[in-house]
């Protein structure tokens, strides 16, 4: 396992980090996130991305078990705030009141002193990004959060956050944690370049496209029972991703990537994490084995021409 940087920070995180959206406290128990978390670990992950809304609180319980064993300063844990965590007014938004109950209420949940990284999970146009700013800070300098970063912000909102920062002399974010995959390449145009500019480590989601580029989905066919896309109660966001012809085009990308002597997996993580501005890939899993299959991504490096040919295909441009 590589290790990067968070962003122009001093925080090492592997370059391919283990979350629990769909699985942690919902798809597994947790003695299969115990199983998973454990050999994530023994493969140099020390990484973990939760958030107080997945499964209503029940993925950061499941975490707090499967770490137990850990010693805390091994790990990097990352959760998020934001999305109504109740039917109350204040349970929800980027306010003051929720920043700081939320942060309590994780670490109650995660069963640990401190977060390393608090992510806003979206933006709240209801609170002043002032009001976020400061309330986040406080939290830093309580020494209940370490580093604070964003959350599918756009490039604009960034940049705000950081200048607002700097004028309540505050801490800035660190991160922000979008989705990013070969099918979905919206950040490259202004999150990445502003990334940089501010030293912002990009922690990507989806870098598998919610399994759609590791190459089991077929035109023309139904999901296998099981799989993601089988199941309407995941498979929501996949559904433009599913269409004949992307996956034709997939199959097409999984021919020239095992041609090279590489898996999908390893070669589209790989992909994400030859941006600079992106300082890890999140991956989920079910299995030991897809974790050990995916850690394969980091360190890869290949010839730009490789990278071209590859996005070619997927364009139905290759050559």
Same mark, same amino acid.
Request: proline residues 5%.
């Given at each position: 396992m590589n290790y990067r940087k968070l962003g122009r920070y001093g925080l090492k995180v592997s370059e391919v980090a283990l979350g629990g959206w769909l699985t942690h406290g919902r798809s597994l128990d947790d003695g299969a996130t115990t199983q998973i978390v454990n050999r994530a670990f023994d493969l140099g992950i020390n990484f973990f991305d939760t958030a107080d809304v997945y499964n209503q609180g029940e993925a950061e319980k499941s975490l707090a078990i499967a770490i137990k064993s850990f010693r805390r300063d091994d790990l990097v844990i990352a959760t998020k705030c934001f999305f109504p965590m109740s039917d109350r007014p204040n349970d929800r938004g980027l306010s003051r009141k929720h920043i700081v109950e939320s942060v309590n209420h994780s670490?109650?949940?995660?069963?640990?002193?401190? !977060?390393?990284?608090?992510?806003?999970?979206?933006?709240?146009?209801?609170?002043? !990004?002032?009001?976020?700013?400061?309330? !986040?800070?406080?939290?830093?300098?309580? $020494?209940?959060?370490?580093?604070w970063g964003t959350s599918e912000w756009p490039a604009h909102k960034i940049t705000e956050a950081v200048l607002t920062a700097k004028e309540l002399n505050a801490n800035p974010p660190a991160s922000n944690q979008p989705a990013y995959n070969m099918l979905h390449r919206g950040i490259e145009a202004a999150v990445l370049p502003v990334s940089e500019q501010y030293g912002i480590g990009n922690v990507v989601f989806s870098p598998l496209a919610q399994g759609v580029l590791? $190459?089991?989905?077929?035109?023309?066919?139904?999901?296998?029972s099981g799989t993601r896309a089988a199941d309407e109660k995941s498979n929501m966001f996949m559904k433009n991703l599913m269409s004949d012809e992307t996956l034709s085009r997939v199959q097409s990308?999984?021919?020239y990537v095992e041609g090279l002597g590489y898996t999908m997996p390893q070669f589209t993580l790989a992909w994400c994490l030859r941006q600079p501005a992106v300082s890890s890939v999140i991956i989920g899993a079910t299995s030991p084995e897809q974790v050990e299959e995916n850690v394969k991504g980091s360190g890869l490096q290949l010839d730009p021409e490789i990278w071209s040919q590859a996005e070619g295909i997927l364009l139905g441009k290759a050559e």
């Open positions: 670490l109650e949940r995660l069963q640990v002193d401190y !977060i390393d990284l608090m992510q806003f999970h979206r933006l709240d146009l209801d609170t002043p !990004i002032d009001e976020t700013v400061r309330a !986040i800070d406080d939290l830093i300098r309580q $020494g209940k959060v370490l580093y590791t $190459g089991k989905y077929f035109p023309g066919q139904m999901p296998a990308l999984k021919a």
